[in-house]
């Protein structure tokens, strides 16, 4: 699928679910989400038929997250039907790794190729805090796990946030060095409910090229990426900078989002939706649906000028 300003689009970031086991400070409210009814989901058939027609769309790569993709029962079933699909080449996860090292091995087998595992903090305490009561080691076996099987190379998403890990910078950089992780540091985005706490405790990027004078930029593999990729000499692994607001990367955007509720999200920061799942139960046409959203995809987000969405970030997946 080509876009009007002529962007290829071929990814897809699938949220499978708005529910969570752990409370981010920046994510999630205190006392989790409100409760809704299994229909204003889709069903893990519906989810499979729409997966299909973005397959057979072009759709070459999809990343499963959430909410926390790892709560939603029937994830590993989904994914090995999914991996079938002729025609896609990379599925892949953002996870909490809370429940990884129970999942991991089916994963594999079904057919995920990779994780990505959010990690804030390597201290117990301020784990417990930042997640409002996880615990860490849950997800350092989550991550052994995961190495063990084959789902590498692993990616870390860190969230820098002011005040809280920027004294550790220095720390998860050095997870890169003696094996193949990724660590990817990513700017607090004031998106729902937590867009003042997220502004209030923003910190650019620009404080871990500031604070590891070692690290060498390494040529852009994949323009769509929104990480700029740096490496320590002689690392194994690569420390990615992922800047929403202060470096955009609209013009090489290829990807599409689809809520738990079946909406699809052409932009992310973006209030625009296309309800995909009221269509799909009408007996619509999803294929001529979606290409013609993918028609109108906006061209750039306005976070700068702080327009932002309403939307909090475990229903649409980051
Ligand atoms: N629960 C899974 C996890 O935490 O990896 C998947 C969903 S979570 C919404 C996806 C990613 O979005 C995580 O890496 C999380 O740290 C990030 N995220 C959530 N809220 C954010 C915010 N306000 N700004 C930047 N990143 C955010
Ligand atoms: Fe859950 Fe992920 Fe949001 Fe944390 S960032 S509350 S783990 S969805």
Redesign the pocket.
Not at 20 to 28: A, D, F, I, K, V
């Given at each position: 699928m080509i876009d009007s300003f002529g962007r290829r689009i071929n990814y897809l970031r699938i949220s499978l679910t708005d529910r969570?086991?752990?409370?981010?400070?920046?994510?999630?409210p205190e006392n989790g989400i409100e409760k809704f009814n299994h229909e204003d989901m889709l069903s893990l058939e519906e989810l499979y038929a729409v997966i299909k027609i973005f397959v057979e769309l072009g759709i070459d790569k999809i990343r499963f997250?959430?909410?926390?993709p790892l709560v939603r029962k029937g994830i590993v079933k989904l994914i090995s039907q999914v991996s079938k699909l002729k025609g896609l080449k990379d599925i892949t996860m953002?996870?909490?790794g809370?429940l990884l090292k129970n999942y991991a091995k089916d994963l594999k087998e079904a057919g995920l190729n990779r994780v990505n595992i959010?990690l804030d903090t390597l201290n117990e305490e301020k784990y417990r805090t930042i997640?409002?009561g996880?615990n860490i080691r849950d997800v350092l076996e989550g991550i052994e796990a995961a190495k063990k099987v084959g789902l590498t190379p692993i990616k870390i998403n860190t969230?820098l946030i002011g005040g809280f890990n920027d004294d550790e910078i220095e720390d998860l950089v050095n997870l890169t060095v003696e094996e193949e992780i990724d660590v990817r540091f990513i700017e607090l985005m004031p998106v729902g409910e937590a867009a003042s706490w997220a502004e209030d405790n923003f910190i650019s990027n620009n404080i871990v090229l500031d604070k590891v004078k070692d690290l060498n930029p390494v040529a852009r593999e994949d323009l769509s990426s929104p990480a700029i990729y740096f490496q320590l000499p002689n690392a194994k692994g690569k420390v990615g900078l992922i800047n929403p607001i202060s470096c955009k990367f609209c013009s090489n955007c290829n990807r599409l989002r689809l809520t738990s509720k079946g909406h699809l999200k052409l932009c992310l920061h973006s209030n625009r939706e296309v309800d995909l799942k009221e269509a799909l139960r009408n007996g619509q046409d999803i294929r001529e649906l979606i290409l013609k959203s993918v028609a109108e995809k906006e061209e750039s987000h306005n976070l700068e000028k702080r327009q932002y969405i309403k939307r909090?970030?475990?229903q649409i997946?980051?």
């Open positions: 969570c086991n752990l409370r981010c400070r920046y994510c999630m997250t959430g909410g926390e953002t996870t909490n809370i959010s997640t409002r996880g969230v909090n970030m475990y997946g980051g």
